[in-house]
């Protein structure tokens, strides 16, 4: 069985991967937001893994940190799954929107933030009204606080753009994304998938930026099959 590490997107943590810890094991799910850079938490994440052999499957910030663990250290990754993410560093215009949100937050506005967002950013038209999703998220949310998401957000802000060393990889990689992700659209996907050359690209309908929570037996059947390769 192939050894997986699940990386958690913003605000998340290993109920992000419920469905997915179900169906392959519960195997290691990592802190991903102790460091407000991206590059320091991957390499921090791989000094708290011994494996040398591991899977990588990461959700929108998770999948950003699975581009740069797979740049550090390539030789110690042999799949890799990037659910709802997105190679590219901030352009000017969402550096200002991050800005904005992280004033928002030192302003006392965090639950608010959260909330506000979940809907018309997160999910899917069809799952916008789905109580266990929401209060999922929510809960995760919550139990991640403000300085967390903080970190994070600096960290997404100033992340390193990746599509230099997507022609670099070579693992078999699973590149997936639902057709309604609003914060990591199908360009960026496609992108990302015409630059790794072992790569397969699943869309997913009726699906938004959590496809793990929206679509958990499709994204497991895509998994089942890159775990194969």
Known sequence: MTDILWLPGTLCDHRLFAAQREAFGEHTTAEVGQFDSVTMQAHAIWQQIETSNVALVGLSYGGILALEMIRQHPERVSH???????????TGEKQRERNALVQRLFE?????IVMDQLKPLYLAKANQDNVDILNTVRDMAMDQGQAVLTRQIKAVRGRPDQRPNLASIRVPTLIMAGTEDI??????QREMHEGIPYSE?????NCGHLATLEQPERVNQALEQLFKR
């Open 183 to 188: 914060l990591c659209p199908e360009d960026r």
């Open 80 to 90: 890799l799954a990037i659910l709802d993410s997105n190679a590219r560093n901030d």
């Open 201 to 205: 690209l699943v869309l997913l309908e």
């Open 108 to 112: 006392g506005d965090f639950e608010n």
